[in-house]
C-alpha cells in the first residue's frame, strides 16, 4: 500500500518533467513568441554563401557602439552558418576572421578588390543564393530598423523572403525592400541579398548589435527568411 502510494506520486512526478521537457524542446521558440517547426534538413542540397561585409583594414561602419560593422557582422554569420548547417544547408563563409578576403588572391590590390573576391567565390561555387550582412550608417541619430536590398529582379524573392522575418525578430523597425546598386549584388550570377540588420548611427541599436543574445536574434531572423524562401519555390 505504501509503496504504491509512493510510487504513483513519483510517477506523477516523472509525467510532469517529461511534459515540461517535450515543451521546451519540441518546437523552435522565438523571443517573439512564436514557434516554428521547421521540417528538418529543410535546407538539404542547398549552397549558401554567407558573405560578412568589410574585415581587414576595413572595418565597415564604426558608429556610436564598442563594436565595428566587420566584428558584428562577422558575430552574425557565424551564428547563421550554424542555423544553416543544422538544416542541412553547405555554407561557405566569404570571409571567416577578421580579413580582407582578397588578400592573397589575384584581385589583391585591384579596384572593390575585397568585392570581387567575394563575388568570384560565390560564383566559382556555383551557390543557390548569397547573402550579404551589413550595418546601416545615417546622419539622423533616430533612423533605425532593418533593410534588404535587392538588384536583379532574381534578388527581389530572397529579399522580400528576409524582410518578413528579420525585423519582426528584432522587433526592430521595418525599413522595407529596397532597390540598391551594390556591387556584390550585381555581379553574382545567384540570386542575392544585401541585408542592412541595424544602424551603428543609432546609440541603442549600436548597443544591441554589440551583444551575442541579439546577433542571435539576427541570424534567426535572416534563417527564417532563407527557409521561407526555399520553401516558396518548391
Ligand atoms: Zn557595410
Known amino acids: 500500500m505504501k509503496y504504491s502510494f509512493y510510487s504513483s506520486i513519483w510517477a506523477t512526478i516523472l509525467m510532469l518533467v517529461m511534459f515540461f521537457i517535450s515543451g521546451l524542446f519540441g518546437s ?76 592573397g588572391t589575384a584581385y589583391s590590390g585591384l579596384p572593390n578588390s575585397q568585392l570581387a573576391a567575394r563575388v568570384a567565390q560565390a560564383n566559382r561555387s556555383e551557390a543557390d543564393i548569397f547573402v550579404s550582412l551589413h550595418n546601416d550608417w545615417s546622419d539622423d541619430p533616430n533612423a533605425a530598423g532593418s533593410a534588404s536590398y535587392y538588384y536583379k529582379s532574381h534578388d527581389w524573392a530572397l529579399a522580400e523572403a ?45 548597443e544591441l548589435l554589440s551583444q551575442r543574445w541579439y546577433r542571435l536574434e539576427a541570424a534567426r531572423g535572416v534563417f527564417y527568411g532563407i527557409v521561407d524562401y526555399f520553401q516558396a519555390m518548391s
Do not use: C
Request: charged share 20%.
Open 162 to 206: 528576409v524582410q518578413r522575418r528579420l525585423p519582426a525578430q528584432l522587433k526592430a523597425n521595418d525599413r522595407g525592400v529596397r532597390h540598391g546598386d551594390f556591387y556584390v549584388l550585381r555581379n553574382t550570377s545567384m540570386p542575392a541579398v544585401l541585408v542592412e540588420i541595424g544602424f551603428l548611427s543609432n546609440a541603442r541599436e549600436a
Open 28 to 103: 523552435e521558440k522565438t523571443t517573439s513568441g512564436r514557434s516554428y517547426n521547421l521540417p528538418s534538413r529543410a535546407l538539404a542540397g542547398r549552397t549558401i554563401v554567407v558573405d560578412p561585409g568589410h574585415g581587414g583594414a576595413d572595418p565597415g561602419t564604426v558608429g556610436v557602439g564598442k563594436t565595428t560593422e566587420a566584428d558584428n557582422v562577422l558575430a552574425i554569420a557565424w551564428e547563421l552558418k550554424q542555423l544553416l548547417e543544422q538544416a542541412g544547408a553547405r555554407v561557405i563563409l566569404t570571409r571567416q576572421g577578421n580579413v580582407n578576403p582578397a588578400d
